[in-house]
């Protein structure tokens, strides 16, 4: 049973709008949320957190919302770029320190 | 991505053959970990060490062994290479277990 979902397996969007990537995750015992972004032949690269004590979270284009009742947390991109297109992925920390990853959602921005 | 080197890029291995994979990093982190990446889906772990001489198992750890004699390297064993192992294998390495990892470039692992 999959902890950490992320229901769009793709997202396209203009260059210069926002782009929303989606995650939720069902094991209360999380507590503190990673986004990584990963470009083909490439590992994941960090790109921002969350502690589950916080509900949002920027750095510069960058801003991750948490919502702990729903479970559920958000990336958002404001302006994407072209660069921006790569696969994103949510990912989860419990008390061991172990990550458990979403599936990733697939970004494409487009000029 | 700096700091984690991991060889080979690529590797075609046949059933019942097994193989190495190596992770080297030049952080001094304490912390490594190998994880798999199944396509369309999320990285799942494999195995991790908390340091030298001391390694666990992750989710899945089956058909796969590691050690950890140095701090900088942390290589995966496969012993008899099996066709639900081709996967993409990537090492990562972090300072303490609550920060987050910096991955290396992985390695594309096809076992036929």
């Known amino acids: 049973d999959q902890q950490v979902k992320q229901n769009s397996p793709s997202l396209s969007v203009q260059e210069g709008r926002i782009s929303i990537l989606n995650c939720d995750y069902t094991?209360?015992?999380?507590?503190?949320f990673l986004w990584y972004k990963k470009y083909p032949a490439e590992g994941p690269t960090f790109l921002i957190s969350?502690?589950?004590?916080?509900d949002k979270n920027e750095d510069g284009r960058f801003t991750v919302f948490l919502n702990k009742s729903a479970k559920h947390l958000s990336l958002h991109i404001v302006p994407s770029q072209p660069g921006d297109s790569a696969v994103y992925f949510c990912a989860a920390m419990d008390a061991g320190n172990m990550l458990t990853f979403g599936g990733g959602t697939r970004l494409m921005v487009k000029p | 991505n700096a700091g984690v080197t991991q060889t080979p890029k690529f590797r075609i291995l046949k059933i019942g053959q097994s193989m190495t994979l190596q992770c080297t990093q030049d952080?001094?982190?304490?912390?490594m970990y190998w994880y798999r990446q199944d396509p369309g889906m999320g990285l799942k772990l494999i195995y991790y060490?908390?340091?030298?001489?001391?390694?666990d198992k992750g989710e899945v750890p089956n058909g796969y062994n590691v050690s950890r004699s140095t701090t900088e390297d942390f290589p995966l064993r496969l012993e008899l290479a099996a066709p639900s192992q081709t996967s993409v294998y990537f090492c990562a390495i972090s300072g303490q277990g609550n920060q987050p990892q910096h991955f290396g470039d992985g390695t594309r692992l096809s076992i036929l």
């Open positions: 952080m001094n982190h304490n912390y």
């Open positions: 969350i502690s589950s004590i916080k």
């Open positions: 060490s908390v340091g030298a001489g001391i390694t």
């Open positions: 094991n209360s015992m999380f507590d503190y």
